[in-house]
């Protein structure tokens, strides 16, 4: 499976930002899709995930401010809408899915940079 991130950039304190991440190859047995991100000098977290059933899950810091998608059709693509963009946001962010037989893959990442 490959993944590749895009939609990152730079933007000020309350804006908004759409991340994208295409998934190619092997992804009818994709089960989560999600996205985590990396501060410097932190370590990398859980944002937002979603299964194949659409069960959700955030992050306390992103709740009721970002919402991820996919497009369950061929799990070839999921979203982060994230709105109300704080500078603690920043970081790079990735792609991760979890596929049914061979484990853990993951984008290369997109930076966000929140400015105050």
């Known amino acids: 499976v490959l993944l590749v991130e895009s939609g990152g950039g730079l933007v000020q304190a309350g804006g908004s930002l759409r991340l994208s991440c295409t998934a190619s190859?092997?992804?009818?047995?994709?089960?989560?899709l999600g996205w985590y991100r990396q501060a410097p000098g932190k370590q990398r977290e859980l944002v937002a995930s979603?299964?194949?059933?659409?069960?959700?899950?955030y992050a306390d810091s992103v709740k009721g401010r970002f919402t991820i998608s996919r497009d369950n059709a061929e799990n070839t693509a999921v979203y982060l809408q994230m709105n109300s963009l704080r500078p603690e946001d920043t970081a790079v962010y990735y792609c991760?899915?979890?596929?049914?037989?061979?484990?853990?893959?993951w984008g290369k990442g997109t930076l966000v940079i929140v400015s105050s």
């Open positions: 991760n899915a979890e596929e049914e037989y061979s484990g853990d893959y």
């Open positions: 190859g092997s992804t009818l047995d994709i089960n989560v």
């Open positions: 979603i299964s194949s059933g659409g069960t959700t899950t």
